[in-house]
Nanobody
Framework: VQLQASGGGLVQLGGSLRLSCAAS????????IAWYRQAPGKQREMVAG???????IYADSVKGRFTISEDRVKNTVYLQMNSLKPEDTAVYYC??????????WGQGTQVTVSS
């Protein structure tokens, strides 16, 4: 199973980006999906997730600005990020447990927000 993350880039304060995470096979169905991010010198943190029952959860720092969604036909998960701030700058990773103990990680996509 491979997860291909894309959509990162350089954006100005207040801008928007949409990240995509495409799976090589139908691995998301019924499993937990999440977007994490890791800024330089900081621990990786979860910013948004979908439970197996498809209930979304968000870190307090992104609530109201980020939206996680899923396209089951395309085996793709999205993270719509609006009102971006410099503190959102990080490498963003998608992850799914895929019904396994360790799960699967995407390769990461860089998001940089300039002020």
């Amino acid at each position: 199973v491979q997860l291909q993350a894309s959509g990162g880039g350089l954006v100005q304060l207040g801008g928007s980006l949409r990240l995509s995470c495409a799976a090589s096979e139908n691995i998301f169905s019924g499993n937990v999906i999440a977007w994490y991010r890791q800024a330089p010198g900081k621990q990786r943190e979860m910013v948004a997730g979908l439970s197996s029952g498809r209930i979304p959860i968000y870190a307090d720092s992104v609530k109201g600005r980020f939206t996680i969604s899923e396209d089951r036909v395309k085996n793709t998960v999205y993270l719509q990020m609006n009102s971006l701030k410099p503190e959102d700058t990080a490498v963003y990773y998608c992850h799914t447990d895929g019904g396994t103990e360790s799960g699967y990680w995407g390769q990461g996509t860089q998001v940089t927000v300039s002020s």
